[in-house]
């Protein structure tokens, strides 16, 4: 397998991961996703939530509203471009917001993952609410 295919692969994983994480709640889970210094762009309103920190207090408040009236969002990766010259890449996609199971929000986003040691970590994610 390529390197580019290996960085692919693995931050698909990771996403996957990510998806699996805010299915279920998980903040352990989602914390060694996130570089620490991560920024995260709203797709509605453009808030900014700058830090895993600050990541992770809004994900303890999305988590906090009872399971059946809970925001539940996927980010469905449609390429990754891996960088021939720094140890980044660039993911493109679509995202979905449910609740009960009724899509309430979706549109594009854009992240941007770092090679931090063996893994890849997300660095900043765009989300743009197009529906």
Known sequence: MSTDAAADLAIRL???AFNRALAAGDLAAIGPLLAPDVVLVTGTDSAVLAGRKAQLQAWK???AAPAAERNRYVR???AVTVSAVEPVAMEQGEWTCTVAETITARGSYAAK???IGE???I?????VTLG
Do not use: I, S
């Open 14 to 16: 990771r996403r996957a």
């Open 76 to 78: 469905t990766p449609a």
């Open 61 to 63: 408040r999305e988590f």
């Open 123 to 127: 660095e900043a994610e765009l989300f």
């Open 113 to 115: 993952w770092r090679r």
């Open 119 to 121: 893994d890849w970590a």
